[in-house]
């Protein structure tokens, strides 16, 4: 039987089957006097069953103080927070950028996640010794944990009604943040000594030597910001000599000589 009825317990039960705590009610009480503990999943993770079960027995016995639960009888430390707030994908949810199919890096919402709105735990703890887990193998999150399960979370694999409007303003302000941080990230991909000297070593494709102006207004500014109130390492960086033993092997004539490149073609 599982927690909250569970499948056995959607529309067309002709089992009559239900959760414990619908069976028992809510004045039952054990014989040590403990109400009914629900540790939901789908199956629930054998982690939380065992450290539940630990918990309670240890405060039974006097050696540790009274566990934490909700008012549905979870284990608060381990249900409070939603799938979402751990999940590895969240953060395309915060710059607006969704998968189309599952399987897919982006945030799953739009194909069904329900995880901005589910208590479980799975992705910190993983499925089977703290490894995988729904959103962590690529799948999105169906609610299992959730007592409306399956029923208020069907069709499976549709995107949720409200993330309509929170996955359409995600996609507002995440396209600035996404700028702004492409604006962050050509700042922090350059070393001091390459701004000093206009020139990136790198023999990669694509590497550029020069600024453009509003690279170096943007970063002029961004320093400026992250400076303030404290030592200005940038302006302290522009005081270093040049190293003397920049660009050795152009120093030595290496350079001269014909070599490999990364695709195998002489130079």
Known sequence: MRTWGGIPAAAGNITGSMSLTDFL???YRSALGVPVVNVPGCSPLGDNF????????????????????????????????TVHRHCPKAGYYEEGVFAEEPGDNQCLVEIGCWGPVVQCNIVERGAINHVGGC????????????????????????????SAISGGLSKVYG?????LRRMSM?????????????????????????RAPVDKVNAYFYKKLQYR???????????????????????????????????????
């Open 135 to 162: 959103m962590v193998a690529g799948g999105a999150c169906i609610g299992c944990t959730m007592p409306g399960f399956p029923d208020k979370y069907s069709p499976f694999y549709k995107s949720p009604p409200g």
């Open 25 to 27: 009610g809510k004045d």
């Open 186 to 210: 050509k700042t922090g991909n350059r070393e001091p000594l390459w701004d000093k000297t206009d020139e990136v070593p790198s023999g990669w494709e694509g590497a550029k030597d020069k």
């Open 175 to 179: 396209g600035g943040i996404r700028r």
């Open 229 to 267: 109130g404290s030592v200005n390492h940038a302006e302290r960086n522009k005081k270093q000599p040049l190293p003397s033993s920049r660009d050795i092997l152009r120093q030595k004539g290496v350079h001269a000589q014909r070599s490999t490149n990364v695709r195998g073609e002489r130079v």
């Open 50 to 81: 065992t450290e539940t079960v630990a918990a309670v027995l240890l405060f039974l016995q006097n050696l540790a103080p009274l566990p934490k639960f909700d008012e549905l009888g979870r284990p608060a430390w381990l249900f409070e927070e």
